[in-house]
């Protein structure tokens, strides 16, 4: 396993903070903060000044930060610095896992341990992405199995997926076929577990590569429809044209090259209606091989001028080299050597550069046949050395195709050398190779004919089961016909005993039915009659406390005012004075709960004629003026005693508050009655105070739970600060017996007495 490798990265930094200072001082301003973040310092420069090597030593002084924020840190200042400084891009990416190593080995909590861990395993991916362009495929592979094994104790799948895909591919840059294939599995499954569908088809045009490079033709074709399939669905038109251009180099594979120049067309329109420049450039060369197998090679060198000018100009190097390659080969099928020379070798530059183990083959084993044909044979970097570092690549790679090319230029050669021996294992191997590939069309052809007689045989087997059925149906039709007339006897006995036992059934029914019918009437007797009861109780209790009650109460208040007109001493008289006033109140509380006892008085719009009634004399007793408004139209509802009177209940207590807290001089009360009764209570006095709510006093509080206890709300509006006054909202829901609707005048009252 390759370590990573940690270096300082303070000098670093600077120095290279300190050289952009006298140009982007604003952009060394924005990215200083994080720089000293990966010091464990917090840098604090004024945003109007300069950033110089003077002030940047001035503030490596500053407090640590925590190892979470320093590990990502690391990982955004390399991304900002990606790719312009790739040696500091390592060294920061190579911090943060340290960072992160450090910081989990003090056994954090669990949150900042998954921090660490997700910044680390970003940092593994990005170390080996970068190994992996500089060649070191095995280094990089060592960093995305740690990736891996952080994502996996993560739990996170879409991070998994991307670390097995670029485990994929180093795997095949180094020639292991049989574990890439393994990975870009693994990442499969993973995308069909998340459901995403782009990834799949991504995924089954991999395989579908890798399979074609190692000869499995079919299992190749079934990967590359199955992604076409899934793009066709999702609408992914790049996508379609990157399957149509795979599937049409199969097609290639196979001799159909009127099926491939089909595909190859599609691929094309659809990657210039995408505007997809680097999949125009491929299909440009796609199409040059068509028209040069086809005898047209002005126009095939036309399309693969195109194409190179878009890689060079996007830095594909892949794509140049295999451009370069082609018209490599151009030039020497038309006799220009020296030009085809010239071509061969960049393309093979460019695969070395790149690591590109497949095009290195490539461009060796054209080089050398190349100069097989020019007699340069021998020596350093001859055609037999080549050839030879050709076929050892392909056969690294384990791709046939490359094998069976390198073979076919070292039989010519072995030939021209004279050594017979060595020839015919190279011509054998070539033959080998050769099979293993073009045996794909017999092995179709022969799945075609094999398919064709079990069709043929199933079809045989199936007319003759047809016409068994169709004897066999004869026979039981008229075994049926005599079994009908046997049993018609047995029919109708059993069907007079069916229709009897329905009879009797039906009876039964009806007479349960009467009888619970009858159990119903008498229950509903019995509940109005205790209702009945209940009312005349309640009707008697209103006259005996009106009788009663009220005639004492009358009196005591009575007796009360008389006294206090003929007592002088002044405590006494305020005592009377109080004496006559509870005995008022307590008169008109128990007039009110005569009237919530009251059944004639049940319907709401008689609680909204009490409650105006109400509301205008206890208003003008105040001396406060007041606005009533109320509906024109009011549903004839029933309510209960319990509604009614807690209703009541609520706005004597909110006018009460109004009158004795609020320093008002106007109310205004809105009563409305849709598929809710909302009554409004507005004053324009001082209001609440700040932060005050339902807990302030009991008063507050009853009239919240009156109407919790009727299933509405209450709320109230407006602060003291604001000098708006208060406002009160009450909501009750109103029951579903509604009857005609009662029109009831809008009234709106406005008095001073």
Same mark, same amino acid.
């Given at each position: 396993?390759?370590?990573?490798?940690?270096?300082?990265?303070?000098?670093?930094?600077?120095?290279?903070?300190?050289?952009?200072?006298?140009?982007?001082?604003?952009?060394?301003?924005?990215?200083?903060?994080?720089?000293?973040?990966?010091?464990?310092?917090?840098?604090?420069?004024?945003?109007?000044?300069?950033?110089?090597?003077?002030?940047?030593?001035?503030?490596?002084?500053?407090?640590?930060?925590?190892?979470?924020?320093?590990?990502?840190?690391?990982?955004?200042?390399?991304?900002?610095?990606?790719?312009?400084?790739?040696?500091?891009?390592?060294?920061?990416?190579?911090?943060?896992?340290?960072?992160?190593?450090?910081?989990?080995?003090?056994?954090?909590?669990?949150?900042?341990?998954?921090?660490?861990?997700?910044?680390?395993?970003?940092?593994?991916?990005?170390? +080996?992405?970068?190994?992996?362009?500089?060649?070191?495929?095995?280094?990089?592979?060592?960093?995305?199995?740690?990736?891996?094994?952080?994502?996996?104790?993560?739990?996170?799948?879409?991070?998994?997926?991307?670390?097995?895909?670029?485990?994929?591919?180093?795997?095949?840059?180094?020639?292991?076929?049989?574990?890439?294939?393994?990975?870009?599995?693994?990442?499969?499954?993973?995308?069909?577990?998340?459901?995403?569908?782009?990834?799949?088809?991504?995924?089954?045009?991999?395989?579908?590569?890798?399979?074609?490079?190692?000869?499995?033709?079919?299992?190749?074709?079934?990967?590359?429809?199955?992604?076409?399939?899934?793009?066709?669905?999702?609408?992914?038109?790049?996508?379609?044209?990157?399957?149509?251009?795979?599937?049409? +180099?199969?097609?290639?594979?196979?001799?159909?090259?009127?099926?491939?120049?089909?595909?190859?067309?599609?691929?094309?329109?659809?990657?210039?209606?995408?505007?997809?420049?680097?999949?125009?450039?491929?299909?440009?060369?796609?199409?040059?091989?068509?028209?040069?197998?086809?005898?047209?090679?002005?126009?095939?060198?036309?399309?693969?001028?195109?194409?190179?000018?878009?890689?060079?100009?996007?830095?594909?190097?892949?794509?140049?080299?295999?451009?370069?390659?082609?018209?490599?080969?151009?030039?020497?099928?038309?006799?220009?050597?020296?030009?085809?020379?010239?071509?061969?070798?960049?393309?093979?530059?460019?695969?070395?550069?790149? +690591?590109?183990?497949?095009?290195?083959?490539?461009?060796?084993?054209?080089?050398?046949?190349?100069?097989?044909?020019?007699?340069?044979?021998?020596?350093?970097?001859?055609?037999?050395?080549?050839?030879?570092?050709?076929?050892?690549?392909?056969?690294?790679?384990?791709?046939?195709?490359?094998?069976?090319?390198?073979?076919?230029?070292?039989?010519?050669?072995?030939?021209?050398?004279?050594?017979?021996?060595?020839?015919?294992?190279?011509?054998?191997?070539?033959?080998?190779?050769?099979?293993?590939?073009?045996?794909?069309?017999?092995?179709?052809?022969?799945?075609?004919?094999?398919?064709?007689?079990?069709?043929?045989?199933?079809?045989?087997?199936?007319?003759?089961?047809?016409?068994?059925?169709?004897?066999?149906?004869?026979?039981?039709?008229?075994?049926?016909?005599?079994?009908?007339?046997?049993?018609?006897?047995?029919?109708?006995?059993?069907?007079?005993?069916?229709?009897?036992?329905?009879?009797?059934?039906?009876?039964?029914?009806?007479?349960?039915?009467?009888?619970?019918?009858?159990?119903?009437?008498?229950?509903?007797?019995?509940?109005?009659?205790?209702?009945?009861?209940?009312?005349?109780?309640?009707?008697?209790?209103?006259?005996?406390?009106?009788?009663?009650?009220?005639?004492?109460?009358?009196?005591?208040?009575?007796?009360?005012?008389?006294?206090?007109?003929?007592?002088?001493?002044?405590?006494?008289?305020?005592?009377?004075?109080?004496?006559?006033?509870?005995?008022?109140?307590?008169?008109?509380?128990?007039?009110?709960?005569?009237?919530?006892?009251?059944?004639?008085?049940?319907?709401?719009?008689?609680?909204?004629?009490?409650?105006?009634?109400?509301?205008?004399?206890?208003?003008?007793?105040?001396?406060?003026?007041?606005?009533?408004?109320?509906?024109?139209?009011?549903?004839?509802?029933?309510?209960?005693?319990?509604?009614?009177?807690?209703?009541?209940?609520?706005?004597?207590?909110?006018?009460?508050?109004?009158?004795?807290?609020?320093?008002?001089?106007?109310?205004?009360?809105?009563?409305?009655?849709?598929?809710?009764?909302?009554?409004?209570?507005?004053?324009?006095?001082? +209001?609440?105070?700040?932060?005050?709510?339902?807990?302030?006093?009991?008063?507050?509080?009853?009239?919240?739970?009156?109407?919790?206890?009727?299933?509405?709300?209450?709320?109230?509006?407006?602060?003291?600060?604001?000098?708006?006054?208060?406002?009160?909202?009450?909501?009750?829901?109103?029951?579903?017996?509604?009857?005609?609707?009662?029109?009831?005048?809008?009234?709106?009252?406005?008095?001073?007495?």
């Amino acid at each position: 396993m390759t370590a990573v490798r940690p270096r300082a990265i303070g000098s670093v930094a600077l120095q290279l903070l300190c050289a952009f200072a006298s140009r982007w001082s604003g952009t060394v301003l924005a990215v200083l903060s994080v720089l000293f973040v990966v010091h464990g310092t917090a840098a604090q420069l004024p945003a109007d000044q300069p950033a110089s090597a003077g002030t940047l030593r001035s503030y490596t002084s500053a407090p640590a930060l925590s190892d979470t924020t320093r590990a990502r840190a690391c990982l955004d200042l390399a991304k900002k610095m990606f790719p312009q400084r790739m040696d500091t891009v390592r060294t920061l990416l190579e911090e943060a896992v340290l960072i992160a190593e450090q910081g989990l080995a003090k056994n954090p909590p669990a949150n900042v341990a998954q921090v660490l861990r997700t910044s680390m395993a970003e940092a593994l991916k990005n170390i +080996g992405r970068m190994e992996a362009a500089e060649g070191d495929h095995a280094a990089a592979l060592t960093q995305y199995q740690r990736c891996i094994d952080i994502r996996n104790a993560l739990g996170d799948i879409t991070g998994l997926v991307e670390a097995y895909e670029l485990m994929a591919k180093a795997q095949r840059a180094r020639g292991d076929v049989r574990s890439a294939l393994d990975a870009f599995q693994e990442g499969l499954e993973l995308r069909s577990a998340l459901g995403d569908e782009l990834g799949m088809a991504v995924s089954h045009t991999s395989i579908g590569s890798l399979l074609e490079e190692s000869g499995d033709i079919p299992g190749a074709l079934e990967q590359y429809q199955q992604s076409l399939r899934l793009r066709e669905r999702i609408g992914d038109r790049r996508g379609m044209a990157v399957s149509y251009n795979s599937l049409a +180099g199969i097609h290639i594979g196979q001799g159909d090259m009127q099926l491939a120049k089909e595909y190859y067309t599609k691929s094309l329109r659809l990657r210039e209606a995408t505007g997809d420049r680097t999949g125009m450039a491929g299909s440009f060369n796609n199409l040059a091989f068509l028209h040069y197998q086809q005898g047209d090679t002005l126009k095939a060198l036309q399309l693969l001028e195109q194409s190179l000018e878009i890689y060079t100009t996007t830095g594909n190097a892949s794509g140049m080299a295999g451009v370069n390659g082609n018209i490599g080969s151009f030039h020497r099928d038309r006799g220009d050597d020296v030009q085809a020379m010239e071509y061969f070798k960049r393309s093979r530059a460019i695969c070395e550069a790149s +690591g590109d183990m497949q095009g290195t083959a490539i461009a060796c084993e054209q080089i050398a046949g190349l100069l097989l044909e020019n007699g340069h044979i021998d020596g350093p970097d001859g055609a037999l050395e080549l050839a030879q570092r050709s076929l050892q690549l392909g056969q690294e790679l384990g791709f046939p195709n490359l094998v069976r090319d390198a073979a076919y230029t070292l039989d010519r050669i072995h030939r021209r050398q004279g050594r017979f021996k060595n020839a015919l294992a190279m011509y054998e191997l070539h033959i080998q190779m050769r099979d293993s590939i073009l045996s794909e069309t017999n092995q179709r052809e022969a799945i075609r004919s094999a398919l064709q007689r079990d069709f043929e045989e199933r079809d045989a087997m199936r007319q003759a089961d047809v016409a068994k059925k169709e004897a066999l149906a004869t026979e039981v039709i008229r075994r049926k016909d005599l079994e009908r007339n046997a049993t018609l006897f047995g029919f109708v006995l059993t069907l007079l005993l069916t229709l009897t036992l329905v009879v009797l059934v039906i009876m039964i029914a009806k007479r349960r039915e009467r009888e619970r019918q009858v159990a119903m009437l008498e229950h509903k007797r019995l509940e109005q009659e205790g209702v009945i009861a209940e009312y005349r109780i309640r009707d008697q209790v209103g006259r005996d406390m009106h009788d009663d009650l009220g005639a004492g109460l009358s009196a005591l208040k009575l007796r009360s005012e008389m006294a206090l007109r003929k007592e002088s001493d002044p405590a006494k008289k305020k005592m009377l004075g109080q004496l006559a006033a509870t005995s008022g109140e307590l008169i008109v509380n128990m007039r009110q709960i005569i009237w919530t006892l009251n059944e004639d008085q049940r319907s709401l719009a008689d609680l909204l004629a009490y409650l105006g009634n109400y509301v205008r004399n206890y208003l003008s007793d105040n001396e406060l003026t007041f606005e009533l408004i109320v509906p024109e139209q009011i549903p004839a509802i029933t309510l209960s005693a319990q509604a009614r009177r807690n209703l009541l209940l609520v706005v004597k207590e909110a006018l009460h508050n109004v009158v004795k807290h609020a320093q008002a001089s106007h109310v205004k009360l809105v009563i409305s009655c849709d598929d809710d009764l909302n009554i409004t209570i507005t004053d324009n006095g001082i +209001g609440l105070q700040r932060n005050a709510d339902l807990g302030v006093g009991n008063g507050l509080r009853n009239m919240a739970r009156r109407m919790e206890v009727l299933g509405g709300s209450f709320g109230i509006e407006g602060q003291a600060d604001e000098g708006t006054g208060t406002q009160l909202l009450m909501l009750v829901p109103l029951p579903t017996n509604k009857g005609s609707i009662a029109p009831v005048a809008r009234s709106t009252s406005t008095s001073r007495s």
